[in-house]
C-alpha cells in the first residue's frame, strides 16, 4: 500500500467493484457509449467527460492517485487499474468484472 501512497503505478488493484460484480459492454474513448465499461490505455483527464458517463472504467496502466482517479473515488466509480485485464478486450465485448477485479467475457 505504501507504492500507492508515494503515487508509484502498482500492477493490480480493484476499487469499488460491488460483490455481485458488474455487466456491461465496453467501450472506448473513441466510440463512447454512456452506460459502458470504459476501457483506457492510460489514466488521463482527457477521459473525465466519458468517464462521468460510464459504468466502471478499466485502466491498463495508471495509479489510484493520478487525477483522474481521484476524481473516479470522488464520485464512487468503480475502477480497475492492470492486472487481469485481458490482452485482446475491445470495444463492444460483454463482460463481467468479478469484486476481485477479474475481467471476464459475459
Not at 19 to 41: R, W
Not at 65 to 90: E, N, R, W
Request: hydrophobic share 45%; charged share 15%.
Amino acid at each position: 500500500f505504501s507504492s500507492v501512497l508515494l503515487g508509484e503505478p502498482v500492477s493490480e488493484l480493484a476499487w469499488r467493484i460491488p460483490d455481485a460484480g458488474i455487466d456491461g459492454q465496453i467501450t472506448s474513448p473513441s466510440n463512447f457509449v454512456a452506460g459502458g465499461i470504459l476501457l483506457i490505455d492510460r489514466c488521463s483527464m482527457d477521459h473525465l467527460q466519458a468517464m462521468t458517463l460510464a459504468k466502471a472504467v478499466i485502466a491498463r496502466q495508471g495509479s489510484v492517485t493520478s487525477h483522474l482517479m481521484q476524481h473516479a473515488a470522488y464520485i464512487g466509480m468503480p475502477v480497475i487499474i492492470g492486472g487481469k485485464i485481458p490482452d485482446d478486450l475491445a470495444p463492444g465485448d460483454h463482460v463481467t468484472i468479478k469484486a476481485d477485479g477479474e475481467i471476464v467475457r459475459a
